[in-house]
């Protein structure tokens, strides 16, 4: 059985003032299916992002993290194919599809910036998308977010989306976003797609600021499998139409609203993890630095073994342990470390607690949910990850996925 995630509600998704988006099909990979996205923005529109750290870098990452100090005034997206791995003749397709949507709508070609997603070392079909730029454009409007988010899905079973309403001191703004993801997942800078967008204004360095706290505190929070994809890619649009945020009081609640968002999209990605059966959060806490607390966390979110015990509700408990101790901590004293499920105190002071019995951390095993919860007993900080277990559908799925 699969984590449990419903797709999102289009009448609970709220159009964002001065973004449109239009979906085609294309034909990209397969006929029939929703794989060309167009967001049209409105001029002076502020956008930001962050991008994969992955130095096999796809042509379209090259040329949005090329684009994206311009005056940007549309997004292409493509599902079904990465453009990466394609050398200079993926650069000069990428750069084909923003030259024809800049000619249709009326921009220049370097205000455009282009995302795929999809195979890598396989050449952009540009014919097929240029082909497809009318009926997306036909279909821009602003209420299309839940149509997006199906567009920009790979392996996903679900779509992804979530908005919010902030009130700054100048009025309400809204804040919507999508992403895709469920494979091929352990940013490290964000997800492999995700774009929220707001109605509030706010300067591009401030925009930027946010957008990199948002990934940090989300999408660099999450991992299905450890792997950092080519193609990772977080952008954040703030069209000025609605309320100004002209205090530090208001950039803050923006920047928790955007992460808000960021969050429950980055969950949603775990959730929708490919195979996964289980979500559980990595949770380290009285660690000397964030930085050292997270390192432990995503020692445990990554280990094959403590995934697949998780898939088979099996509390091998000491799989965890043996995480914590080669996670890199140099002068970790383990005589100090307690382990929880949940609320079930398994270890303390580095060892088996005395009145943990197996059919307690069975008990929690079995559960769609899980927390497990790490103290280092050496200082105050605190981090936390999401992750999932690994399946026979994992394998399944990512033996076949050219097929």
């Known amino acids: 059985m699969a984590v449990r995630l419903d797709p999102p509600d289009p009448a609970a998704l709220h159009p964002v003032p001065g973004v449109e988006l239009g979906i085609a099909m294309a034909g990209v990979k397969k006929p ?12 002076g529109t502020t956008v930001a992002g962050v ?35 394609t050398g200079r003749e993926g650069l000069r397709r990428a750069n084909a599809v923003c030259a024809c949507l800049a000619q249709h709508l009326g921009c220049k070609p370097n205000q455009v910036l282009p995302f795929s ?49 902030v009130e700054l001191s100048t009025g309400v703004a809204t804040v919507t ?23 509030a204004g706010i300067s591009r360095s401030n925009l930027q600021r946010i957008a990199r706290k948002a990934a940090d505190r989300s999408f660099n929070a ?16 703030a069209s000025g139409r609605g309320p100004q945020a002209r205090s530090g009081k208001d950039e803050g609640l923006l920047e928790e609203a955007v992460t808000e968002v960021a969050q ?19 949770t380290v806490e009285k660690g000397r630095s964030e930085a050292e607390c997270r390192k432990v966390a ?74 497990i919860r790490v103290r280092l007993n050496r200082g105050k900080a605190a981090a936390s990850v999401w992750t999932c277990d690994f399946s026979y559908d994992y394998v399944k799925i990512n033996a076949e996925y050219r097929t």
């Open 32 to 43: 029939g299916r929703k794989d060309v996205l167009v967001v049209r923005l409105a001029p």
């Open 177 to 199: 976003g999508i992403a895709k993801g469920s494979g091929m997942i352990r940013p490290d800078m964000a997800t492999m797609l995700g774009f929220i967008a707001t109605d």
């Open 117 to 165: 997603t999809g195979v890598i070392m396989e050449q952009l079909p540009e014919a097929k998308i240029v082909a497809g730029l009318p009926a997306a454009i036909s279909d821009l409007k602003g209420a299309n977010w839940a149509s997006a988010a199906e567009a920009i899905m790979t392996t996903d079973t679900v779509a992804k989306a979530a908005s919010r309403m």
């Open 51 to 85: 991008f994969t750290k992955n130095r096999f870098c796809a042509a379209p990452v090259v040329l949005a993290k090329k684009n994206i100090g311009n005056a940007v005034r549309a997004l292409v997206v493509n599902t079904g194919n990465a453009n990466a791995g």
């Open 222 to 237: 999450i991992t299905v499998d450890g792997d950092t994809s080519t193609n990772d890619a977080f952008v954040c649009l």
């Open 264 to 282: 429950l999209l980055a969950q949603a990605i775990v959730r929708d993890g490919e195979g996964a059966t289980k979500f559980v959060t990595v």
């Open 298 to 371: 995503y020692a445990i979110a990554h280990s094959p073994l403590v995934k697949t015990a998780l898939f088979a509700s099996d509390p091998n408990l000491g799989r965890i342990l043996a995480a914590v101790g080669y996670a890199g901590i140099a002068d970790l004293d383990t005589s100090k470390v307690d382990l929880c499920l949940d609320g079930v105190l398994v270890a303390e002071g580095g060892a088996r607690h005395a009145g943990y019995r197996e059919a307690q951390g069975a008990a929690v095993m079995r559960q769609d949910e899980i927390t």
